[in-house]
């Protein structure tokens, strides 16, 4: 008989996943129950003894030995019930991350018809949230039915070993309850059953309608959609309320048991201890007793209440997936020479699950080397033969052979390393184009298990195929706009440096005329004042360029250094220089190109000049200064030629480059 874990995923059980690679765990956490079980009945006794011997003779010394004894009992009861709790979360983790690595591993190898049928929600759904319930259960399937149906068993003995009579009794009830409650349990686990259900139909509802939003937009089928959502969100209403009212009632009833136990002891107890036949300190052992037996008891019935649950949501999910892969990834008997690619049909048929016929009788017989194309009307079967030639349908009748080698008989590591396969509708996976180019070369890397690992791809040969493929020039441009992470490139930076200098070095005459290269030591006409000003790139937000100019740190930095002033006055001089050339012309971007004010802002800096008539630049509001000085900081001395920069000015911004970087790497560094 096989191992369950030698069995397909979808045909283990439940209780396979609690010993699979864990046995060590669950036996160290039963020898810690077995511990935990006597720390609970311990304090009984102790709690018996205080009343019957200690408070009779007045012994304060033992009652302090016997005081420590509970103490101790109770915090080493809860480091043990703590490192029980630990066990079972790494044991049901183990399993969690076991379930999902098998089960997304088969569910991978599926047949495509699978994935025809099945919504990409719902696969989500099972691997995220379904099996994330049942390895709880995974977690708990030793530890909390062992631990609490011993300790039930310990204070059971422990009661009748007091009182025979006085134990039986208060214990009778239980086996009623354990009658009654599964009763109304079984209720709870058919409403969760249906509420299971019914949330995968209305994921895959949901699924369905945002996948198919271009369609419900051009038909003008909201209502519609609406309808068949609302019909089933109503009827997960009504079971939600069902199965709220029945767990519920496993809760009262529950109650109703445990707390008919101190009635019992108190009416027959009490009569006991009147006939003589008891004593008091036996009483309140079994009162306190009956207290502690509602844990155990409570933690069996969540327990069976998240198995029921875990039952289910594990069968849905198995049930979903109980299919069998149509290959084999490798296999011992590989193909001895490397295959050449001639292809031979022999009655090929292809036949799906619903009987649909795509290829009927199909003959083929294609040389290595040899081209032809297969020519036919949309549906005729020509990408249905090309996925049976690359394994990714399985023919039903008839032969497919590669190289003499029947395609169905071959490994998926054969079909891979032999066929290359271009989708009509390619995939790109998350990650850098570098990974998705190199997508299939390492995937017949991953197959090489010897010491002849077939090497990636060279940097030239993955160059050429991008040339080849006519994508060079948009992955070039992918890389020349990217920004780089400090730290993310070690060494990267430098040789960026280093052949930013060679190129400066070899071409700087020559382009003079076309690139204004960047030179710590001299202004750059082809920018603007403030990026020539902070000659960097912001970083974390606090001096961006379009701010600047009502930025208070900023502006106290241009006052000390004596630039404010003149940014003003060059502010004054090009707003003065645009109104008085541009009058009253239509507020259009041609006219605008040689001012670097805005055709939209025209109206406001008229304004500001009429005010300029009667106030100078240094009585002006604070706003009217961000507007000068906004208008300075956008002044590029090439482009608009309605002023010309003052030689004073120029070095004045000079000076203030490298101020600048000392003020921020002291008030702001990294900014």
């Known amino acids: 008989m096989a191992k369950s874990n030698d069995l397909p995923v979808y045909k283990r059980s439940l209780f396979s996943w609690v010993f699979s690679g864990k046995f060590s765990l669950q036996i160290l956490l039963v020898l810690i129950i077995l511990v935990i079980v006597f720390l609970r009945v311990l304090p009984l006794e102790i709690q018996k003894r205080i009343v019957n011997d200690v408070l009779a003779l007045g012994n304060f010394r033992l009652l302090l030995i016997y005081c420590l004894i509970y103490l101790t009992a109770v915090l080493l009861s809860s480091a043990l019930k703590f490192a029980i709790n630990g066990l079972q979360t790494l044991i049901g983790q183990r399993a969690l991350t076991e379930m999902r690595r098998e089960m997304y591993c088969h569910i991978l190898r599926l047949p495509l018809s699978f994935f025809r049928k099945t919504q990409a929600g719902s696969v989500v759904a099972s691997l995220v949230n379904e099996v994330a319930v049942c390895a709880d259960f995974v977690g708990m399937a030793i530890?909390?039915?062992?631990?609490?149906?011993?300790?039930?068993?310990?204070?059971?003995?422990?009661?009748?070993?007091?009182?025979?009579?006085?134990?039986?009794?208060?214990?009778?009830?239980?086996?009623?309850?354990?009658?009654?409650?599964?009763?109304?349990?079984?209720?709870?686990?058919?409403?969760?059953?249906?509420?299971?259900?019914?949330?995968?139909?209305?994921?895959?509802?949901?699924?369905?309608?945002?996948?198919?939003?271009?369609?419900?937009?051009?038909?003008?089928?909201?209502?519609?959609?609406?309808?068949?959502?609302?019909?089933?969100?109503?009827?997960?209403?009504?079971?939600?309320?069902?199965?709220?009212?029945?767990?519920?009632?496993?809760?009262?009833?529950?109650?109703?048991?445990?707390?008919?136990?101190?009635?019992?002891?108190?009416?027959?107890?009490?009569?006991?201890?009147?006939?003589?036949?008891?004593?008091?300190?036996?009483?309140?052992?079994?009162?306190?007793?009956?207290?502690?037996?509602?844990?155990?008891?409570?933690?069996?019935?969540?327990?069976?209440?998240?198995?029921?649950?875990?039952?289910?949501?594990?069968?849905?999910?198995?049930?979903?997936?109980?299919?069998?892969?149509?290959?084999?990834?490798?296999?011992?008997?590989?193909?001895?020479?490397?295959?050449?690619?001639?292809?031979?049909?022999?009655?090929?048929?292809?036949?799906?699950?619903?009987?649909?016929?795509?290829?009927?009788?199909?003959?083929?017989?294609?040389?290595?080397?040899?081209?032809?194309?297969?020519?036919?009307?949309?549906g005729s079967g020509k990408s249905t033969l090309a996925k049976c030639i690359g394994q990714l349908y399985g023919y039903t009748e008839g032969e497919l052979l590669l190289d003499g080698h029947n395609v169905s008989e071959l490994s998926k590591e054969e079909i891979v390393s032999s066929i290359g396969f271009i989708s009509q509708d390619p995939f790109i996976f998350s990650g850098t184009v570098n990974e998705n180019l190199l997508y299939a070369s390492r995937a017949i890397i991953e197959y090489s298990v010897d010491e002849a690992v077939p090497s990636e791809p060279s940097l030239d040969d993955r160059i050429a195929s991008l040339q080849q493929t006519g994508l060079f020039v948009d992955i070039l441009r992918f890389g020349l706009n990217t920004v780089l992470v400090r730290g993310e490139h070690p060494g990267?930076?430098?040789?960026?440096?280093?052949?930013?200098?060679?190129?400066?070095?070899?071409?700087?005459?020559?382009?003079?005329?076309?690139?204004?290269?960047?030179?710590?030591?001299?202004?750059?006409?082809?920018?603007?004042?403030?990026?020539?000003?902070?000659?960097?790139?912001?970083?974390?937000?606090?001096?961006?360029?379009?701010?600047?100019?009502?930025n208070k740190r900023f502006l106290d930095f241009l006052d000390d250094c004596n630039l404010k002033l003149p940014l003003l006055e060059t502010g004054h001089e090009l707003l003065a220089q645009t109104v008085d050339i541009l009058g009253d012309v239509p507020r259009e971007k041609v006219f605008f190109t040689q001012t670097p004010l805005e055709p939209h802002e025209y109206e406001t800096y008229l304004d500001l000049a009429n005010i300029l008539k009667k106030v100078p630049v240094t009585r002006l509001d604070p706003e009217s200064n961000r507007l000068l000085l906004q208008l300075s900081f956008r002044f590029i001395p090439a482009l608009h030629k309605i002023i010309i920069l003052q030689p004073l000015l120029e070095k004045l911004i000079l000076n203030g480059r490298q101020a600048f970087r000392d003020w921020c790497s002291d008030v702001s560094p990294g900014a």
């Open 143 to 378: 530890a909390v039915p062992l631990s609490n149906i011993l300790t039930l068993i310990a204070f059971a003995v422990y009661l009748i070993w007091l009182n025979p009579l006085l134990g039986v009794t208060t214990l009778s009830i239980y086996p009623i309850a354990l009658f009654i409650v599964p009763l109304v349990q079984r209720g709870a686990n058919k409403a969760n059953k249906e509420r299971v259900d019914v949330s995968r139909k209305m994921a895959s509802q949901i699924t369905e309608s945002i996948s198919g939003i271009n369609e419900v937009h051009a038909q003008g089928s909201f209502q519609a959609e609406e309808k068949k959502y609302n019909a089933i969100i109503e009827r997960l209403l009504r079971i939600r309320i069902i199965w709220s009212l029945y767990r519920y009632g496993v809760k009262v009833t529950n109650n109703l048991f445990v707390g008919l136990g101190p009635v019992i002891v108190l009416l027959l107890g009490g009569y006991l201890m009147m006939q003589g036949k008891t004593e008091l300190g036996s009483i309140v052992a079994f009162l306190s007793a009956q207290e502690k037996l509602y844990d155990p008891w409570k933690e069996l019935l969540e327990f069976y209440q998240v198995y029921q649950d875990a039952s289910i949501r594990y069968k849905k999910v198995t049930t979903a997936f109980e299919e069998d892969t149509e290959f084999k990834l490798s296999r011992e008997q590989k193909v001895e020479t490397a295959i050449k690619g001639s292809i031979a049909a022999k009655d090929l048929a292809f036949v799906t699950s619903d009987g649909i016929r795509l290829l009927d009788q199909v003959n083929l017989s294609v040389n290595a080397g040899e081209h032809i194309a297969l020519v036919g009307y949309s």
């Open 492 to 550: 990267l930076e430098e040789k960026f440096l280093r052949v930013r200098g060679n190129f400066q070095k070899s071409f700087g005459k020559e382009l003079a005329k076309h690139v204004e290269f960047y030179n710590d030591n001299k202004y750059l006409y082809h920018s603007p004042v403030v990026e020539n000003l902070i000659f960097g790139t912001p970083i974390n937000g606090e001096f961006p360029f379009d701010t600047l100019a009502e």
